[in-house]
């Protein structure tokens, strides 16, 4: 029950850090390219690869239920796939294709990157 709980308030912290992060951008980004998303899910695929590839280093800061109100919770909610493909696919139906085949391959080559940077280079 503790690890549902952990989860719960791990999500609503991830998800209302994605929203505030899109109000921020939205602020100054006026582009088609969909930046917040990209942020988030780039942030994300760091944070999540050093989290998970460091176990023991993380064990020493946080108990289990922590770690999976970080893991499962905060990045699971932080992070969206669903709605990358949901602005990819309606750039490409506003006819924007280019744009919509670089969201999804830039998006796919940044977050392997990061994720092997954060599992081999910290």
Do not use: Q
């Amino acid at each position: 029950m503790v690890d549902l709980v952990a989860v719960g308030a791990g999500g609503f912290l991830g998800a209302t850090g994605r929203y505030l992060i899109g109000r921020l951008l939205g602020k100054f980004w006026k582009r088609d390219f969909p930046l917040s998303t990209f942020v988030v899910n780039m942030l994300g695929s760091f944070a999540l690869g050093l989290l998970m590839s460091h176990p023991h280093f993380i064990s020493t800061l946080m108990d289990g239920s922590a770690r999976i109100a970080l893991s499962v919770g905060f990045m699971g909610s932080f992070t969206t796939f669903s709605t990358l493909i949901y602005e990819s696919f309606m750039l490409a139906e506003r006819g924007n294709l280019s744009l919509s085949a670089a969201n999804i391959i830039l998006s796919i080559i940044t977050g392997l990157l990061l994720a092997w940077l954060a599992i081999y280079c910290f």
